[in-house]
């Protein structure tokens, strides 16, 4: 039996991916900082899926501390990891800042997943062809990297924030891909979709509706996670940013140099965890 983590697991995107890997049979762990609401997730997943083999964990993304004393239970528990999908996300309008001082999209957003990546590698690596899917969005195109903003030191626009940190997933996609090429893993990132989930609930209101009449359904938004984490093919998928299933352009500051830059200051922001 095939075994996945997936964080952010309990709600949108995250549950219906679940649901769909609990269906093909896989072991899922759900990891998201409310474990009551994990908990009920669990609960509808069951009954949709008798039999399922699924869990409900804590994970707080925006603490480093936390991100690491759950990599080092799970990997107690679980020494070999099929796929890993990083799949939470948030959007606060207002600004932000994680347990450790970071701002909150770029610290949840990214940072929490690269050290949670580092810390689960080796469990990866264990498995006969481990897969790692990173949910980015087509927002990275809006994307730039300041550095000067990591700790919220610019004046915050949620839109400029998200897109940084969108794009920061993807690069860090590529980087990691380059960095295990030739071991078997694939890495991927991807673009759900216009998804109606609950990364909208702190927009206004008359926001939200509208949000909510040009997106798409969770179960199709989900689409592309479950192809990058179960199908065959996608095995041979390496580095790719994926729509619908399929490799897709992606913004042209996605660049080698780029990825390999973020890569390292953001080890130097983990250091020591």
């Known amino acids: 039996m095939k075994t996945v983590l997936i964080t952010g697991g309990n709600s949108g995107i995250g549950k219906a991916t679940a649901e769909a890997l609990a269906a093909q049979g ?67 309008t207002n600004k932000q800042l994680t347990a450790q001082g970071f701002e909150m999209q770029f610290g949840v957003n990214h940072l929490g997943h690269f050290l949670l990546t580092k810390l689960l590698l080796d469990s990866v690596k264990a498995a006969p062809q481990g897969r790692i899917v990173v949910v980015s969005s087509i927002m990275h195109w809006l994307g730039r990297i300041n550095y000067g903003s990591f700790r919220g030191e610019k004046f915050y626009n949620p839109v400029v924030a998200y897109g940084q940190s969108k794009l920061a997933n993807l690069l860090f996609a590529q980087e990691l891909s380059r960095r295990l090429e030739g071991t078997g ?70 660049k080698p140099a780029s990825a390999q830059k973020l890569w390292q200051v953001s080890e130097e922001l983990v250091a020591g965890y």
Do not use: C
């Open 185 to 254: 893993i694939s890495v991927n990132a991807l673009h759900p979709g216009g998804v109606d989930t609950g990364i909208a609930r702190d927009l206004p209101k008359i926001a939200q509706k509208i949000y909510s009449a040009l997106t798409i359904s969770v179960e199709k938004g989900a689409a592309s996670s479950i192809f990058l984490a179960a199908a065959p093919e996608a095995a041979q998928l390496h580095g790719e940013f994926v729509t619908s299933s399929k490799p897709a352009w992606h913004s042209p500051l996605a």
């Open 26 to 92: 896989f072991r899922v762990f759900i990891a998201a900082r409310d474990l009551e609401k994990s908990e009920r997730a669990i609960a509808d997943i069951a009954a949709a899926v008798p039999g399922a083999q699924i869990a409900a964990l804590k994970l707080d993304l925006s603490d480093l501390d936390q991100v690491k004393s759950f990599a080092e239970d799970f990997r107690r528990r679980v020494p070999v990891l099929d796929v890993l999908i990083l799949n939470a996300g948030l959007f606060p």
